[in-house]
């Protein structure tokens, strides 16, 4: 079976539906840091594991580390997420 992403992405925009099923916005980490900036005000919410969720500010940007469980919480209508992938830093 093979996994479908709950968004649309076109260059560092995300685009969630708001017609997305929220058991598709699934506990999940990726592989490198991320900077997440909101694009419009939203009632969506965002949610670190073992964390109560945040609402998510328009143009406030949020840092999200590589490793670390977190979520989506669908709000009303469509949410906009710009989404910067972070150099993965080498060890010396």
């Known amino acids: 079976m093979i996994d479908t992403l ?4 076109i260059g560092q925009l ?4 708001e017609a997305v099923d929220p ?6 980490w990726d592989e490198q840091d991320r900077l ?3 694009t419009h005000v939203t009632d969506w919410m965002f949610q670190y ?7 998510m500010l328009n143009n ?3 840092f999200v580390q590589a490793g670390v469980f977190h979520r989506l919480i669908k709000g009303t209508g ?3 997420l710009k989404v ?3 150099q993965t830093r080498t060890k010396t």
């Open 23 to 28: 058991s598709e916005l699934k506990w999940h």
């Open 84 to 86: 910067l992938k972070c």
């Open 14 to 17: 995300r685009t969630f539906d």
């Open 49 to 55: 594991d073992n964390k109560l969720p945040q609402p």
């Open 36 to 38: 997440v900036t909101p």
């Open 78 to 80: 469509d949410l906009t």
């Open 6 to 9: 709950p968004f649309i992405e």
């Open 60 to 62: 406030v940007p949020f």
